[in-house]
């Protein structure tokens, strides 16, 4: 997860600007990330949740291979930067611009 997206993620949750964030100790911040592992908040954990049972009520109803991933939900502009990024995503972007 990047640094910047779980800065946003304490400062909310401690109600502190993430400007603040820094300020806090090493061990209480690495405590945080280590929590964030072991049980996510928010809206990470709410998309998490309704996927799981989105796919399995899916799972009772049609055949075949059922991911999570398909149920979660991501933001297109997400997508399209996941795809970019990556030393494949810079090579995919590179010969989807020479085949255009």
Do not use: T
Not at 31 to 57: F, K, V
């Amino acid at each position: 997860m990047p640094d910047e997206l779980f800065r946003c993620r304490v400062s909310l949750a401690l109600g502190i600007p993430p400007s603040e964030v820094p300020e806090l100790s090493a061990s209480d911040y690495d405590l945080l990330q280590r929590y964030w592992i072991e049980e996510p908040w928010g809206p990470y954990r709410d998309n998490l949740h309704a996927a799981i049972i989105s796919r399995e009520i899916r799972r009772g109803n049609f055949k075949g291979e059922h991911q999570l991933k398909d149920f979660l939900l991501v933001s297109p502009n997400k997508k399209a930067a996941d795809e970019r990024s990556g030393l494949f995503g810079l090579f995919r972007s590179m010969v989807g611009a020479r085949k255009k």
